[in-house]
């Protein structure tokens, strides 16, 4: 399962959530609205070749907001 959150200092639009794999490919998983810079969205989502090395939130017109890397676990 993939669960994205977000606090932001303010906002009430869609953000888009989008999954990073390792060879640089970005994967739309979902997106979800912001309520006062708050929201959070979860889903079954990444089908990619491997797991993914990141994630971010965009806005519709392509802005980021937020970026994250992942670790490999051992």
Do not use: K
């Not at 392509?62 to 676990?73: M, Y």
Request: proline share 4%; net charge negative; charged share 10%.
């Amino acid at each position: 399962w993939m669960y994205m959150s977000v606090d932001l200092e303010s906002g009430n639009d869609t953000v888009i959530c989008q999954l990073v794999g390792a060879d640089g490919h970005i994967t739309t998983v979902g997106s979800f609205r912001l309520t006062d810079g708050y929201g959070s969205w979860g889903s079954p989502a990444w089908t990619g070749d491997g797991p993914p090395v990141g994630a971010r939130l965009v806005t519709a017109n392509g802005t980021v907001l937020a970026t994250a890397t992942f670790s490999a676990s051992t």
